[in-house]
T-cell receptor, first 109, second 113 residues
Framework: TQLLEQSPQFLSIQEGENLTVYCNSSSVFSSLQWYRQEPGEGPVLLVT?????EVKKLKRLTFQFGDARKDSSLHITAAQPGDTGLYLCAGDFGGKLIFGQGTTLQVKP | DVKVTQSSRYLVKRTGEKVFLECVQDMDHENMFWYRQDPGLGLRLIYFSYDVKMKEKGDIPEGYSVSREKKERFSLILESASTNQTSMYLC????????????FGEGSRLTVL
């Protein structure tokens, strides 16, 4: 069974701080995705990374895919209360999409 | 816009009952998935399907079965519900086999008493 270890599981920070969430596995992914979920809703895709070493930016969010395609990180610069939510990484193993445990982010004003 | 619709937002069932969770997508997606979501465990894959009448076990298929008689509809069946199946169930679909965006329904919260 493929496993994705996501850390930290919970993060509570003040507005304006930076943070990084990590997603690690012993398996190689064909691609990796990051989703964000708000209460009462399904997860929504933020980004897909496919190539080892790839870096993608989405406003204040920076996503990086490890060179060996076994790990990924999400960095948020100057977090805002609107960033509050559950962040999930998901690795694609031959069509089967496996999710990490999730990181609950709380950004206080 | 892609829409994934789950038939019930909230269900309360008794132990031993048969439970059907229905999911319909309107974008002709080939792939459909059922996950359950529990605090601290993230989303765990129950079953997925590449095409009509095709199904593959995910990581936690025990106690569940699925049906995909039409491309747009993927049903999750709990033959005999148990209390440890109390959870949030999420259906998702996507076009293509890999790297595609998953579109999720709003979820069905099932409580088994």
């Amino acid at each position: 069974t493929q496993l994705l270890e996501q850390s930290p599981q919970f993060l509570s920070i003040q507005e304006g701080e930076n943070l990084t969430v990590y997603c690690n596995s012993s398996s190689v992914f064909s691609s990796l995705q990051w989703y964000r979920q708000e209460p009462g809703e399904g997860p929504v895709l933020l980004v897909t990374v496919v190539t080892g070493g790839e870096v993608k930016k989405l406003k204040r969010l920076t996503f990086q895919f490890g060179d060996a395609r076994k790990d990924s990180s999400l960095h948020i610069t100057a977090a805002q209360p609107g960033d509050t939510g559950l962040y999930l990484c998901a690795g694609d193993f031959g069509g089967k999409l496996i999710f990490g445990q999730g990181t609950t982010l709380q950004v206080k004003p | 816009d892609v829409k994934v619709t789950q038939s019930s937002r909230y269900l309360v069932k008794r132990t031993g009952e048969k439970v059907f969770l229905e999911c319909v997508q309107d974008m002709d997606h080939e792939n459909m998935f059922w996950y359950r979501q529990d605090p601290g465990l993230g989303l765990r894959l129950i079953y997925f399907s590449y095409d009509v009448k095709m199904k593959e076990k995910g990581d936690i298929p025990e106690g569940y079965s699925v049906s995909r008689e039409k491309k747009e509809r993927f049903s999750l069946i709990l033959e005999s519900a148990s209390t440890n199946q109390t959870s949030m169930y999420l259906c998702a679909s996507r076009w293509g086999a890999t790297a595609g965006e998953l579109f999720f329904g709003e979820g069905s919260r099932l409580t088994v008493l």
